[in-house]
């Protein structure tokens, strides 16, 4: 099938929910894409932020492939080796002590979400509600729809599940004054990738932290999209030196296979028992077997060094852009998730479209940030040529 003709099926059968671009992509390699017409893309989506070891890492593939062959799904009535071995390696490099894996984002942050009203009551305190910041993306499931700070994604879905609450991100005095005696945990992404690549301040996590310890609260990361080499270091966390109690993770835990996991420390995982909380397909041999080799690789072959030089490389990159066009406001991110703020009136989905069609993928977020997440194997020389192609499109744009 062509470009075309995969289009026109997508048109008849698939639900209307995403804003495509009209091509399809068939083939990954590295830091390339290739749709079906053979058309050749340099690639800083990373298919949002999932494909980290870039497309078709070969030991991803070759973990696949010898996983397919021997099991590819048996249910946690069992034990999962691959599973098992995973948990460790997550729990060795990060603050937690156990893992429940899931399929997806939301799921993770559902899980963070169940634990964290389950741990107050098995204390017998009477604790359920969730502070989350405004422009803040947890998912789409209804729970992590009302814990999204962004009416743009509830509406028309209302009433939206009760007892969260939003503060402006960056502000610790507002979140003080929305805990109540019935406030269960704060729930924040340390950095916000779908509401505009938003750094937190030097200080922010930090006093979060403290005001969640102070108040007997907890404290969740959503490094679903941050996590996993994203900003340089294996967990974002690690960055601000701030440790949470609960942290979800996805997009880039498995190389590109569908995978959720909710991390989190002994005495806050032990409220989840046998029978209260479960997915079938949740940590299934072949997902984790792609985990635990793409885990290895961001380990063993300098992925988080080259994340730190690239990302760095990228930001001087942009900030030469900047410098020459003035409708760029601010350049803001850490490691490989970097953003490039517009003027009001500048439309980002132009610059996209127009890069698109220079055969380079880049996406917008919150309608004025550009946001670059190339593969964390990005070179120096992807990025010198993402610079020239984004280049001659700004200079398009430019009045
Ligand atoms: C993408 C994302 C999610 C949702 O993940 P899905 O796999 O789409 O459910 C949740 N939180 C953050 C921070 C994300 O970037």
Known sequence: ??????????????????????????????????????????DFTSGL??????????????????????????????????QSELAKLLTENSFANKVFFCNSGAEANE???????????????????????????????????????QKKFQAGFEPLLEKFHYVPFNDVE?????????????MVEPIQGEGGVNVPSDSFLGELKALCKEA????????VQVGMGRTGTLFAYENYG?????MSLAKGLAGGVAIGAMLATDEVASAFTPGTHASTFGGNPLATAAGLAALKAIKEEGVLENCRKSGEYLVKKLNELKGV?????EIRGKGLIIGAELDEGIKGGDIVKECLSRGLLINCV??????????????????????????????????
């Open 174 to 186: 507002a979140v003080r004054k929305a805990v109540t005696g019935s406030t269960a945990a704060v």
């Open 216 to 223: 007997g609260i907890l404290l969740i990361f959503d490094e």
């Open 111 to 149: 899980a963070s979400i169940k634990l964290a009203r389950k741990y107050f009551s098995v204390k017998g305190e009477s604790r359920f509600q969730i502070i989350s910041m405004e422009k803040s993306f947890h998912g789409r499931t209804m729970a992590t729809l009302a814990a999204t700070g």
């Open 1 to 42: 099938m062509n470009n075309k003709e995969i289009i026109g099926l997508t048109a008849n059968h698939v639900a209307n929910t995403y804003g495509r671009f009209p091509v399809a992509m068939v083939k990954g390699k590295g830091t390339r894409v290739w749709d079906a017409d053979g058309r050749e893309y340099l």
């Open 366 to 399: 919150g309608d004025k940030t550009l946001r670059f997440i190339p593969a964390l194997i990005v070179t120096k020389e992807d990025i010198d040529m993402m610079t020239v192609t984004l280049k001659e499109v700004l200079e398009g744009i430019r009045k």
């Open 49 to 82: 932020a999932v494909c980290n070891l870039g497309h078709c890492h070969p030991k991803v593939v070759a973990a696949i492939k010898a996983q397919a062959e021997t099991l590819i799904h048996i249910s946690n009535l069992y034990h999962i080796g691959p």
């Open 325 to 329: 066009f003035p409708f760029i406001k």
């Open 242 to 246: 701030v440790v949470p109690d609960i």
